[in-house]
């Protein structure tokens, strides 16, 4: 690969961390229209149903599922990595339920944005990330993670709902054990990505690991009849988190392209700046933080500082020439342990076609963007909007930035990879 | 190995089975549900 050709596609994704960082706060907005009162597992139940509907129909049309078909041919075995970190994906968040409903969200925000930090050491150990950086790079990506993890911290303690926290010890191990899922949920993401897959593809099985896990953990815990009964108490509510999300999937889909380009090491923290995103929508739209005391808005401006200056530091610390030939041999590796064709893994890395396939949609491909277009229009017309104080200004302010970051990354992925 | 022969499912299922990324996330998942039980 050409050194222009790898700082393009380095540059890229940075962009597209950034960008999932917007969408995956964004994702938090509907959420918040939420009676509180509906069960966090049955509000994530939802959720994960609307991600399964984004994440069948965005692929098909943006490219149609025949590349699916594409990439299962030559790499099956990562049918079995997507579905294995799907399912992490809603342990994980389910998890996380039970953790802010014990310690608050002020001590379990930061506590599972180790995350990252778990995502720098599995990319260092097992995918030769970082190798042959530097100590500047090292610094810029260690030092940027740990600048994020503090700001996150300040955020969290700003944005606490207050809630008297019990059972902590618990809450603080469903807090790391979250922390822990979504660091090493990256190991099949890496996998996939340095074999060539294209995230479009890999998010496809993603989500049959992740909305089969979560049925299964919601009949599990609510027992069938009362989930039922609260799903159709709660249908004027289903449409905003089904919309959340939808919204997720987007931020998700930026996050993926972020780890295949600039590796999960850099990937994560960027993508974490997803709460500073969530946080600007309580603040502005929601009104959240409204007679708060200066204290509480000296550590958001802090934490938000830092959060930046961190992620700064790490988009500032791209891969250099030497450090992608150790992710090369990395791939190298993968591709022989599962018999996939150098030029496959290579093409997939450089974000260039394998081959030449239809680009043309298929009835396929229609009767899925039709099915979810339908789900989401009927419970749209079902929905109403619960009488909460809301910035329609901001909210219109925010959406507008999202789309531009939206509608600028998608561009430029189409122009550079042709979103591969 | 042409990619047909390779991608048989015993051979991927050999080659899934004895690579160590593979056991790790899984283990993780386990551990990851054991928790959940405890918190019910």
Not at chain 1, 285 to 305: K, M, N
Not at chain 1, 363 to 372: E, N
Request: include cysteine; glycine fraction near 12%; charge should be positive.
């Amino acid at each position: 690969m050409s050194a222009t050709r790898l700082r393009s596609l380095q540059a890229l994704g940075i962009f597209c961390g950034f960008a999932a960082g917007a969408w995956l706060g964004g994702a938090e907005a509907p959420i918040k229209l939420v009676n509180p009162e509906l069960s966090p597992i049955t509000i994530s139940l939802v959720m994960v149903f609307g991600v399964f509907l984004a994440r069948w129909s965005v692929p098909a049309l943006i490219r149609g599922t025949s590349h699916v078909r594409l990439d299962v041919r030559q790499a099956p075995h990562l049918i079995v990595w997507a579905v294995l970190a799907g399912c992490m994906w809603a342990v994980a968040n389910t998890l996380t339920i039970y953790a802010i409903r014990n310690v608050g969200l002020s001590i379990a925000f930061p506590l599972w944005n180790t995350n990252s930090l778990l995502g720098i050491f599995w990319g260092f150990l097992l995918f030769n990330e970082l190798h042959h950086a530097g100590w500047k790079r090292w610094l810029g990506v260690l030092g940027g993670a740990v600048c994020m993890f503090g700001g996150a911290t300040l955020l969290a303690i700003a944005s606490a709902d207050q809630a008297a926290p019990g059972k902590a010890a618990l809450g603080i191990f469903a807090a790391l054990g979250a922390g822990i899922l979504w660091g090493t949920m990256y190991i099949p993401y890496r996998k996939a990505y340095l074999t060539g897959m294209n995230p479009l593809s890999f998010i496809t099985f993603f989500t049959v690991g992740e909305l089969a896990t979560m049925s299964v953990l919601a009949v599990a815990y609510r027992g069938a009849t009362p989930l039922w009964h609260e799903l159709v108490g709660a249908r004027t509510l289903l449409f905003w988190l089904m919309l959340g999300g939808f919204v997720w999937v987007l931020g998700d889909l930026f996050q993926q392209y972020a780890t295949k380009y600039v590796g999960i090491s850099r990937g994560i923290p960027l993508s974490n700046t997803n709460q500073l995103w969530g946080l600007l929508w309580g603040i502005l739209v929601f009104h959240e933080l409204r007679g708060a005391s200066q204290s509480v808005y000296a550590q958001v401006a802090g934490g938000s500082l830092l959060m930046a200056l961190g992620a700064l530091a790490i988009a500032l610390s791209s891969a250099t020439e030497r450090e992608h030939s150790s992710w090369q041999d990395a791939a190298q590796r993968e591709g022989q342990r599962y018999g996939v064709e150098g030029e496959y893994v290579r093409a997939g890395m450089e974000g260039r076609a394998y081959e030449a396939g239809s680009t043309s949609r298929t009835a396929v491909d229609w009767l899925l963007i039709a099915g979810a277009s339908g789900v989401l229009a009927a419970l749209g017309v079902m929905a109403r909007l619960p009488r909460i104080d809301i910035a329609w200004g901001w909210a219109v302010a925010l959406t507008v930035a999202m789309i531009a970051l939206l509608a600028s990354c998608g561009i430029a992925l189409w122009r550079t990879t042709g979103f591969r | 190995m042409s990619p047909s022969t390779t991608n048989s499912p015993r051979h991927l299922f050999r080659a899934i089975a004895t690579d160590i990324h593979f056991w790790i996330p899984l283990s993780v998942l386990v551990g990851g549900l054991l928790l959940l039980d405890k918190l019910r």
